[in-house]
């Protein structure tokens, strides 16, 4: 798909969005369990807070998936990694910023990671093209050669006072912001294929892996896998999916199924953040749910709980401290004590939610295949 092809299509649909015409439907909720998990996240504010309504979406193309948002504070706008290139969005009218692919500086146009750092650059993380940084017109591209750890790029972070880390398919980078010089860790992980990271209020750097949970803490490193608790037990007896690269350094696709049918790897951690009230952490995993860690053990919520799918490709928190888990089977919205769940039948696009955006407003965005959507009251 061309740039013009696809600035076309957003324009169109911009002006033609969807109107949403029914309200989320709530989920009865499973007894909470009897434990100090949930009065630590439980607040009379939470629980006051009325769940918002999908007001819209818009499309980007029928075979295009939107993997990556971002919130740019420096102009109020919204950043859409898609499969074909990036968008930007302004949130003051829903007017078409930019379209940036290739052609533009791009590393390459399959964008599955954006983040805006201290200094005001956008970055963005590509399948198998390295990494982009843009400020103001100009690109910057960085490659193995350059230090990069890998051309697979799959999420950032920055600590307080820098560096900008970087997860890759062949381990984490740490970026000297001033100098532009790039550390690779792969031995200390608990496996190299990392997916996530996060950063605690002790600027700790959390790293989400296909075999667990890795955190540096600035001197040691400590590590949590399915052994420890992270992921939910196969109770409905799915297939393993042979479908990784965990302890290979063969490439592997993205796929859960298998046959046709949902695939199970708890340890396998696609989502994380760190909860900004108490440094908690969130996992969200493959076929496992998603994983609590309260810093002593893991809790784990799955469907039975009320979460809309076991496998939970992105996290989120709001400005009321709310989550959000982006699933195989839509969007759970978790204020401590119930789910509300979002999809197709409630006016997402449709049920694989594969990134969230929450903004200072308290509107939330989220990607799917064929575009994004807009909740808020």
């Known amino acids: 798909m061309t740039k013009q092809v696809l600035k076309q299509l ?12 029914s309200d989320p439907a709530e989920k009865t909720t499973a007894k909470p369990p009897a434990d100090e998990i949930q009065a630590t996240i439980v607040t009379k504010s939470l629980t006051e807070t009325m769940p918002p309504k999908v007001l819209e979406s818009f499309e980007v ?4 998936f939107v993997r990556s948002l971002a919130f740019n ?5 919204l950043w859409v990694g898609t499969s074909t290139g990036v968008l930007e969005i302004s949130l003051t009218d829903h007017q078409l910023l930019n379209t940036f692919t290739r052609e533009d500086g791009l590393a390459n146009e ?3 990671a954006i983040y805006v750092d201290s200094k005001g650059y956008t970055w963005f993380g590509t399948n198998a093209g390295g990494t982009s940084r843009y400020k103001d017109g100009q690109w910057d591209v960085y490659f193995p050669m350059h230090g990069l750890a890998d051309y697979w790029i799959y999420s950032f ?3 307080t006072n820098g560096p900008l880390w970087i997860g890759t398919w062949a381990g984490a980078n740490s970026v000297d912001l001033e100098t ?3 550390k690779t860790y792969v031995k200390e992980l608990i496996n190299e294929w990392v997916y996530a990271l996060d950063i605690d209020s002790h600027d700790r750097v959390w790293f989400g892996t296909e075999g667990g949970i890795s955190m540096y803490d600035g001197k040691t490193w400590s590590q949590w896998s399915h052994k420890d608790g992270l ?4 109770v409905s007896n799915l297939p393993v999916s042979p479908n990784t690269g965990l302890g290979t350094r063969s490439r592997h696709d993205l796929s859960v199924l298998l046959q046709g049918r949902q695939t199970y790897n708890p340890g396998y951690v696609f989502s994380l ?15 496992g749910g998603v994983s609590h860690f309260d810093g002593q053990q893991w809790h784990n919520y799955t469907t039975v709980d009320g979460l809309a799918g076991n496998i939970v490709y992105s996290i989120a928190q709001d400005t009321n401290g709310i989550l959000w888990f982006g699933t195989n089977n839509g969007l759970s919205r978790f204020d401590g004590k119930s789910w509300t769940t979002y999809n197709q039948t409630t006016g997402l696009l449709e049920n694989n939610v594969y990134t969230i955006a929450t903004l200072p407003s308290g509107e939330i965005w989220v990607g799917t295949k064929r575009g994004v959507s807009h909740l808020g009251q």
Do not use: H, P
């Not at 504070?73 to 706008?77: F, G, L, T």
């Open 10 to 21: 957003f324009i169109i649909t911009v002006l033609l969005c969807l109107q949403a015409c």
């Open 61 to 64: 193309g029928s075979e295009v």
């Open 73 to 77: 504070k420096n102009n109020n706008s």
């Open 110 to 112: 399959y964008v599955f």
């Open 157 to 159: 972070i920055e600590q």
């Open 180 to 182: 532009m010089q790039f």
């Open 231 to 234: 992921g939910a037990s196969n």
């Open 273 to 287: 953040i760190v909860d900004n009230r108490d440094d908690s952490v969130w996992a969200g995993t493959w076929g």
